[in-house]
């Protein structure tokens, strides 16, 4: 990776906060840290000519490595105190992001954020945009959506879903 793909990438990642606070700053609110920092990241892994370094990682990371979706939304990074725990954070805030922001899902990936904005009741907006009943069915959802999309690895199995 050369010194200006990673100056891109950059630019990417920081000029997505800086779009995404102003329209949160708009109802004088800000952003949740791990939707703020996955579409930041996100943004910046399409910001790659070939496959981007997270969208990777997403790929070959083991499923014991993320926390439970009750403990990581509630999570900020400044409570973690390793660098590996602080990347896996960033890596499943960018895999969240990637399965709310899935090509079919931008219309509800809008009103998901429009809902956030008004008020930050996840759950209740969770509902209101994707008919998840619960936090841990869309923790379901989105284990078999990782499992799916990366089937071609064979890292895993849709039968290894009771172990992720």
């Not at 892994?45 to 083991?62: I, N, Q, V």
Request: proline share 4%.
């Amino acid at each position: 990776m050369g010194n200006m793909e990673k100056l891109k990438a950059t630019l990417v990642h920081e000029l997505t906060h800086l779009y995404f606070e102003s329209y949160f700053s708009e109802k004088f609110k800000s952003p949740p840290q791990w939707l703020n920092e996955g579409l930041a990241v996100y943004m910046e892994d399409l910001s790659y000519d070939k496959e981007g370094p997270w969208k990777k990682a997403l790929r070959y990371t083991m499923p014991e490595k993320y926390l439970k979706f009750e403990s990581f939304f509630k999570t900020t990074i400044d409570e973690l105190e390793s660098s590996e725990k602080i990347s896996n954070w960033y890596l499943q805030a960018y895999g969240i992001v990637a399965y709310l922001y899935r090509p079919n899902k931008r219309l509800a990936f809008k009103n998901f954020c429009e809902l956030i904005r008004e008020k930050p009741d996840l759950q209740k907006n969770l509902w209101e945009a994707y008919r998840f009943n619960t936090i841990s069915d869309m923790e379901i959802e989105w284990k078999k959506w990782i499992i799916q999309s990366f089937q071609e690895t064979d890292k895993f199995q849709l039968k290894d879903l009771e172990n992720f």
